[in-house]
């Protein structure tokens, strides 16, 4: 497609459940980031790709957290055992390349709610 | 703690009138992008920029960033109820793998 496209739109998790949000990126594009979205809130990095290495991952708020991209392309965002704290917009924006004239696309989010 | 800060953190409006919001660091930026962003959407670029001191128009959106590469302005000239949205500043890391954004500023013009 177009754009970078994300799935679900919206999860309901119960705490402690394991979920998989994923992301689709603009054909082609080398980058690939995901950031937490609490509400009220700028978007929180939490890790980036190149390809399909993940060449940073310092923003992951805990070991629950993981990411992967493969194939470098679709990439998915794995959290287990969530809780309260977790509930969040996971947004994923993917860019040609990196560098300063290289903007992201975001997609629209996953909402990540934890009951 | 965020890196950037911006304010107003809203800001209501009648249509036609202008505006400003700021966004500012006490970190020195390799550059700097402006987003908007819809309720239920992701945020979309509006602009990057890159030397201090650089002024960027976009027809009524003007955006300058600072001399020292640590602030930023957004300037908007009679604004129009399509401007609604939450505007968000982010400041590049050195090596362009992240980008750390504020807080954001709400604006909602009024018809």
């Known amino acids: 497609g177009a754009g970078v496209s994300q799935s679900p739109r919206y999860k309901v998790a119960k705490r402690g459940q394991d979920v998989a949000l994923r992301c689709d990126p603009i054909?082609?594009?080398?980058?690939l980031f995901w950031y937490q979205q609490a509400l009220g809130q700028g978007p929180e990095f939490l890790t980036y790709?190149?390809?399909?290495?993940?060449?940073?991952k310092s923003g992951l708020p805990s070991d629950r957290f993981f990411a992967e991209r493969p194939e470098g392309s679709v990439s998915t965002l794995k959290i287990q055992r969530t809780q309260q704290e977790d509930s969040a917009v996971y947004l994923c924006?993917?860019?040609?390349?990196?560098?300063?004239?290289?903007?992201?696309?975001f997609g629209s989010g996953t909402r990540l709610t934890v009951v | 703690t965020q890196l950037l800060e911006q304010s107003p953190q809203f800001l209501s409006i009648q249509e036609g009138e202008n505006l400003t919001v700021y966004c500012n660091s006490s970190?020195?930026?390799?550059?700097l992008q402006w987003y908007r962003q819809e309720p239920g959407e992701g945020p979309v670029l509006l602009v990057t920029?890159?030397?201090?001191?650089e002024v960027k128009k976009l027809k009524r959106l003007t955006f300058q960033f600072g001399d020292a590469r640590k602030d930023s302005s957004l300037h908007i000239t009679a604004a129009q109820p399509g401007d609604t949205g939450l505007y968000l500043c982010?400041?590049?890391?050195?090596?362009?793998?992240?980008?750390?954004f504020g807080s954001g500023t709400k604006l909602n013009v009024k018809p």
């Open positions: 924006a993917s860019s040609p390349r990196q560098g300063e004239n290289y903007g992201y696309t």
């Open positions: 054909s082609g594009h080398v980058s």
């Open positions: 790709f190149q390809n399909e290495a993940q060449l940073d």
């Open positions: 970190s020195v930026f390799s550059s």
């Open positions: 920029v890159v030397t201090g001191g």
């Open positions: 982010a400041g590049a890391a050195n090596n362009f793998n992240k980008f750390y």
